[in-house]
């Protein structure tokens, strides 16, 4: 089993900047890929950034590409999402999430993914 652990979550201001968190344990070796996800009232759930941890190599959104930096600490055992330039679109939960491997690649679809995290708030106002 792995267990994700998300913070980070703040209200800002419209061109502000958050870094979320995403602490993972328990079986940390199966997992080869790792993604953040958002989730806004009343739409669906959006991929917004996937990390392939054994390599490093990322994947964006189109609506995030530029603004966004995913990135591991594998000492920390912790993902990350570096939030630039953000807008009140951006509003949302966050998820991070983890997977194993699998022929999907660099999928920012939720239904490839196993592990998910309790998710974290992120607000942005103009």
């Known amino acids: 089993q792995v267990q994700l652990v998300e913070s980070g979550g703040d209200s800002v201001q419209a061109g502000g900047s958050l870094r979320l968190s995403c602490v993972v344990s328990g079986y940390t070796a199966s997992i080869y890929y790792m993604g953040w996800f958002r989730q806004a009232p009343g739409k669906e759930r959006e991929g917004v950034a996937s990390?392939?941890?054994?390599?490093?190599?990322?994947y964006y959104a189109d609506s995030v590409q530029g603004r966004f930096t995913i990135s591991q600490d594998n000492v920390k055992n912790t993902l990350y999402l570096q939030m630039n330039s953000l807008k009140p679109e951006d509003t949302a939960m966050y998820y991070c999430?983890?997977?194993?491997?699998?022929?999907?690649?660099?999928?920012?679809?939720?239904?490839?993914?196993?592990?998910w995290g309790q998710g974290t708030q992120v607000t942005v106002s103009s």
């Open positions: 999430s983890a997977r194993g491997l699998d022929v999907y690649g660099h999928s920012l679809e939720s239904w490839t993914y196993k592990y």
């Open positions: 990390i392939y941890i054994r390599s490093g190599s990322t």
